[in-house]
């Protein structure tokens, strides 16, 4: 017997509570690269997409540092220092990892998937820009959540 799934993960629905999420606690500069990256993916623009995407996704993370621990934050000198001073302050969880010591975690697997020799390597096709799409929009909405329930 197989477990019963959805059918689909309803995007549109978590576009708009990540929006709606990223207005209410004013990250306007993660807002700007995901809209940018949605209008280069309507209008088919993928590797633009793509480094939109890496863009947000990383500018997401840099603020919600700088809301939780603003001069701990401000001090860092990297993205990467930021998204280690979430985990240290357990924002980021260790044992689901989301975040661990060695760089084998869900975080730097997606940064390394989004950044693959660069924002985006040669020209994309739509299939690879959409996975990117759909993967950064579910991890943000899980990211947001956390945060704005924790507020």
Do not use: Y
């Not at 959805?6 to 700007?32: C, S």
């Not at 995901?34 to 993916?41: C, P």
């Not at 260790?94 to 975080?107: A, I, S, Y």
């Not at 820009?129 to 909405?141: D, G, K």
């Amino acid at each position: 017997m197989r477990s019963a799934l959805p059918d689909e993960i309803d995007l549109p629905a978590t576009d708009d509570e990540v929006h709606q999420l990223l207005t209410l606690h004013q990250f306007q500069i993660p807002k700007g690269h995901l809209d940018q990256a949605i209008e280069a993916h309507t209008r088919g623009d993928w590797a633009a997409c793509n480094a939109q995407l890496r863009t947000f996704i990383e500018s997401l993370f840099d603020e919600l540092a700088r809301k939780i621990a603003p001069a701990r934050a401000s001090a860092l000198p990297t993205s990467e220092n930021r998204r280690a001073l979430l985990a240290e302050l357990t924002f980021l969880s260790v044992d689901r990892h989301e975040w661990t010591g060695d760089g084998k975690n869900f975080l730097n697997g997606l940064f390394k998937m989004l950044h693959t020799d660069g924002p985006h390597p040669g020209l994309s096709d739509e299939d690879h820009a959409t996975f990117r799409l759909h993967i950064v929009l579910v991890t943000a909405r899980t990211f947001l959540r956390r945060f704005h329930n924790n507020q």
